[in-house]
Nanobody
Framework: QVHLAESGGGLVQAGDSLRLSCAGS????????VGWFRQAPGKEREFVAA??????FANYGEGVRGRFTISRGNTVVNLQMNSLKAEDTAVYYC?????????????????WGQGTQVTVSS
């Protein structure tokens, strides 16, 4: 069993940076692939970034590639978000998977956090 808790969301202006963190509890969290997804009001959940358990491979959604960076330690996975845009406004969720590395598909993930709100004003 893995419990996930996101933090770091908030209200920022376009062009600003923000760092989200996903803290994982449980002895096996360091062996899980972790992904970030987001969902804006009225839209479907969207893949943002993912990283394998070793931290050696990362995958990014097209809309954030070059602006966002995912990284990890044993108990936390961070999402550094730079050059934020109004369209990045959403609730951001982290998710963990024991079976896949850095999947972009939400149904590959078994554990989800409660989400953290990111609002970017233009």
């Amino acid at each position: 069993q893995v419990h996930l808790a996101e933090s770091g969301g908030g209200l920022v202006q376009a062009g600003d940076s923000l760092r989200l963190s996903c803290a994982g509890s449980g002895r096996t969290f360091s062996s899980y692939g972790v992904g970030w997804f987001r969902q804006a009001p009225g839209k479907e959940r969207e893949f943002v970034a993912a990283i394998n358990w070793r931290g050696t491979f990362a995958n990014y959604g097209e809309g954030v590639r070059g602006r966002f960076t995912i990284s990890r330690g044993n108990t936390v996975v961070n999402l550094q978000m730079n050059s934020l845009k109004a369209e990045d406004t959403a609730v951001y969720y982290c998710a963990a998977s024991a079976t896949v590395g850095a999947s972009m598909f939400d149904n590959d993930y078994s554990y989800w956090g409660q989400g953290t709100q990111v609002t970017v004003s233009s």
